[in-house]
C-alpha cells in the first residue's frame, strides 16, 4: 500500500488533505508538532500519529525513510512588515516554512529513488506570488518554498519523482483565525478582499492535493498550482 505522510496534519488543510488520501485508499502518517493534535486525526481515521518537529533534522530523517507520497503542509504565519519583524520570528518562520520544507524532501527523496519513485507537494501560499500587507517573513519563506519545489522537480523527474505545489488563497482555518486575531483583522474583512465573496475550505485545498500527489497527475511536475478564488487574478 503507498504510505503517505502528511506534515502539519493535525488540523486545518492538513487534516482535511489526509483525510482525502485516506478516503483514495493511501496508509497515511499524520505528523504534528501537537502529538495530540495529530493523534486526535489520526484516531478518527484509524492512521499512525507521530509527533514532528519539522525544524529538527535528527526527528525528520527517520519519519522519511518510507514515504512513498510527502505532503508538507506544517507552517507558520507572521503578521508584520519588515521594519517590525523581529529577527527571532524570521528566523522561526523561515525555520519551519522554508527549512522544514527542505528537510522533509531532503530525507525523503533517497528513500523515493529507491523504491522507483514517489510525490511530493508542497503547501506555499498565495503570498509567495503576489504582495501582501505585513507579511514579510512569510511572504518570503513561501517564495522560497516555490522556487524549492521548482528545483526539485527538475532536480527530479528522471528518478520518477514528481514534485509540485500549491498555494492556497485565504482559508477559514484555525490557523487563519490565529492571524486574524493576532493582526486585527476580521473574518468579513478578509471574505469582502475575495473576489468571490468568501473565504476557501481546508477540503478544496485538500482536493488539488490529493490530484497532484496521486497518478491522476502523472504528467505534472514542478508546477504551482494557485487555489485562491480569483484573487491573484483580480
Not at 498555494?167 to 478578509?190: I, K, N
Request: with cysteine; proline share 3%; aromatic share 2%.
Amino acid at each position: 500500500m503507498t504510505r503517505a505522510l502528511v506534515t502539519g496534519g493535525g488540523s486545518g488543510i492538513g487534516a482535511a488533505v489526509a483525510r482525502r488520501l485516506v478516503a483514495d485508499g493511501l496508509e497515511v502518517v499524520v505528523s504534528d508538532a501537537s502529538l495530540e493534535a495529530a493523534g486526535a486525526v489520526a484516531s478518527e481515521l484509524g492512521a499512525q500519529a507521530l509527533r514532528l518537529d519539522v525544524r529538527d533534522e535528527q526527528q525528520v530523517a527517520p519519519a522519511m525513510a518510507d514515504v512513498d507520497v510527502l505532503i508538507n503542509v506544517a507552517g507558520i504565519g507572521s503578521t508584520t512588515n519588515a521594519p517590525e519583524t523581529p529577527l527571532d520570528v524570521w528566523e522561526n518562520v523561515f525555520a519551519v516554512n522554508a527549512r522544514g520544507t527542505f528537510l522533509c524532501c531532503k530525507h525523503a527523496i533517497p528513500g523515493m529513488i529507491a523504491r522507483g519513485g514517489g510525490s511530493i507537494v508542497n503547501v506555499a501560499s498565495v503570498a509567495a506570488l503576489v504582495g501582501l500587507r505585513n507579511r514579510a517573513a512569510y511572504s518570503a519563506s513561501k517564495g522560497a518554498v516555490v522556487s524549492l519545489t521548482r528545483a526539485l522537480a527538475i532536480d527530479h523527474v528522471a528518478d520518477g519523482i514528481r514534485v509540485n505545489a500549491v498555494c492556497p488563497g485565504t482559508v477559514d482555518s484555525p490557523w487563519v483565525r490565529r492571524l486574524v486575531e493576532e493582526s486585527g483583522e476580521s473574518l468579513d474583512a478578509l471574505r469582502q478582499r475575495q473576489p468571490m465573496g468568501r473565504l476557501g475550505t481546508p477540503e478544496e485545498i485538500a482536493e488539488s492535493v490529493a490530484y497532484l500527489a496521486s497518478d491522476r497527475a502523472a504528467f505534472v511536475t514542478g508546477s504551482v498550482l494557485v487555489i485562491d478564488g480569483g484573487l491573484t487574478a483580480a
